[in-house]
């Protein structure tokens, strides 16, 4: 008896959002108990995610045209298919989580950033931050989408 092989079901953006949700009472919680104990937050912190996410759509676009084969391009070895779609569903999730403390951070910052001026720059840091996590979600979901293996025209084909 041989298992069935089922395809690996694409990223559920309800478990993103459920996620991110999470996070975002994590983020507003520890920040309402630590924020007055940390440092400023540095805007490279925020931005590493987006550097993340431009790396895996540029990736996505590299990978997507090997696997439709265009301009030549050499076929994709699977392992490296099924590194690629780990990697990508492990960033969606990640982005997800950050996008939330940062959003958890910025419930916290904005009201308070008109007076207090750490407020005023860690709520731009967090603004940065929260951007840069959405697109590396978006990256990541790209990324998963070019996974894919192109239909194959043989299995449409009905016996007749």
Request: hydrophobic content about 50%.
């Amino acid at each position: 008896m041989t298992p069935s092989r089922a395809p690996m079901a694409p990223t559920r953006p309800q478990n993103l959002l459920a996620v991110g949700l999470l996070a975002v009472v994590v983020g507003n919680l520890l920040t309402r108990l630590f924020y007055a104990d940390i440092p400023s937050l540095p805007i490279a912190a925020a931005v590493v995610l987006g550097v993340l996410g431009l790396a895996e759509l540029a990736g996505g676009f590299v990978l997507r045209n090997r696997i439709e084969r265009r301009n030549d391009a050499p076929p994709v070895d699977p392992l490296l298919a099924a590194r690629a779609l780990l990697v990508a569903r492990a960033s969606a999730y990640a982005g997800s989580a950050v996008a939330g403390l940062w959003v958890g951070l910025l419930v916290h910052t904005l009201p308070d950033a008109g007076t207090v001026t750490a407020a005023s720059a860690d709520s731009v840091t967090g603004g940065i931050g929260l951007a840069c996590a959405l697109v590396l979600v978006g990256a990541a979901l790209w990324l998963e989408r070019c996974c894919r293996a192109p239909d194959d025209p043989e299995s449409e084909r009905r016996p007749e």
